[in-house]
């Protein structure tokens, strides 16, 4: 099953780059002209959003940076604690929607420093899998077609990170008791 | 509310910073973010022109009508107000795919058109639509096949059996989707009822 799963992932991009081009070859679109027609939009769209990713970047450096986020994460940690979960675990739950590459820092010092079979580094490993950026996501998608109010698409995103947090947490807890 | 999250995240950043005594590291962050910012846009570049122009070329052979067809019984419950065959749905579930296959790099450009598609057919431009906000939900809850990532992680780390929190990870995604997608359900039935007293 693991191995199908791994094979599926690792083949699935050459498979779409053959099955889009081979299929418009089929079907006679002229295959060059379509991806350039399509690519030109490309540059456009990433320029586009380099205002909100920049106002999102700055607001979530500083955030961590200035240790505000530790400070945050040291006050709910003794409640937590009553819990069973390790206090690390806390900030990379607090950094999971705000930023993909720190959460996964994290996550990656967790594994290392307790262990990957431990109850903290399978938690973590479980944790990071199950939630998105939702931030970025936010940010990007919304900014680059100029929608300003995101209504509950905010509250949405972050529920669903929450939601994933506990399931991780029960399932963990549930399958690797520690 | 992003508005309120920005503002809190950037003052108590420069509050505790400030009550650290390590004021000058706000000046030296706001600079190197915003850099960073840029460059993660620059890099952006390379891959949304790809799978665009990719995304063309299936779009002109069919391939994407095609998909919308597929996943109609789906797509005209979750989305009432696209059109069933729209090309927005095809984007989405390209989307969503490469979500459930953890390819991160592919769903970012598939996302972004859907977006644009969707944008096509919002009544108020600066506002989220209906269609918008659940496709966001589905997105940041989706389901994870493969966190390919972070078993890298545990192999790198040396774990046992690096592989064990897929079925778990799995079960927390299918719960969550499942879970955030029907309060996105309920949500728009309580306004369409709001609507209707008012």
Not at chain 2, 15 to 28: C, F, K, L, S, Y
Request: with cysteine; charged share 15%.
């Amino acid at each position: 099953m693991m191995q199908l799963l791994e094979a599926v992932s690792r083949w699935a991009i050459p498979f779409l780059l053959c099955l889009f081009l081979v299929l418009g070859w089929v079907r006679r679109v002229p295959v060059y002209e379509a991806f350039i027609k399509g690519a030109a939009e490309g540059f456009q769209t990433a320029v586009r959003i380099i205002p909100y990713l920049v106002a999102m970047f700055v607001a979530i450096k500083v955030f961590r940076e200035s240790g505000a986020m530790d400070l945050f994460a040291r006050i709910g940690a003794p409640f937590l604690g009553l819990l069973g979960i390790p206090p690390d675990i806390l900030t990379l739950a607090l950094m999971r929607p705000l930023s993909g590459s720190s959460a996964l820092g994290i996550a990656t010092e967790i594994i290392r420093t307790y262990g990957p079979d431990s109850f903290a580094g399978r938690l973590a490993s479980v944790m990071q899998g199950t939630t998105d950026t939702t931030f970025f996501v936010l940010t990007v998608y919304f900014g680059s077609v100029g929608v300003r109010r995101y209504r509950h698409a905010v509250a949405l995103g972050l529920l669903a990170d929450l939601t994933g947090l506990i399931a991780s947490l029960f399932i963990c807890h549930l399958l690797f008791n520690p | 509310m992003l508005n309120l999250i920005w503002l809190c995240l950037i003052l108590a950043g420069v509050v505790v910073a400030a009550g650290n005594g390590r004021i000058d590291i706000i000046t030296e962050t706001f600079f190197s973010a915003a850099d960073e910012g840029v460059k993660v846009c620059l890099d952006l570049i390379g891959l949304m022109t790809l799978w665009l122009g990719m995304l063309e070329v299936a779009r002109q052979a069919g391939l994407i009508r095609i998909l919308a067809r597929l996943v109609r019984p789906l797509a005209v419950r979750l989305f009432p107000e696209v059109p069933p065959e729209h090309p927005a749905l095809g984007a989405i579930i390209m989307n969503i795919s490469a979500n459930i296959l953890g390819l991160g790099n592919a769903a970012t450009p598939f996302g972004l058109k859907a977006m644009e598609e969707l944008q096509k057919l919002n009544p108020r431009p600066d506002t989220a639509s209906d269609a918008m906000c659940t496709f966001l939900a589905a997105n940041t809850s989706c389901i994870t096949l493969v966190p390919a990532t972070i078993i890298g992680v545990r192999i790198a780390a040396g774990s046992v059996n690096p592989t064990e929190i897929v079925g778990p990870t799995i079960f927390a995604t299918g719960f969550s989707m499942a879970f955030v997608l029907l309060l996105d359900s309920l949500w728009r039935n309580f306004i369409k009822t709001r609507r209707r007293v008012f």
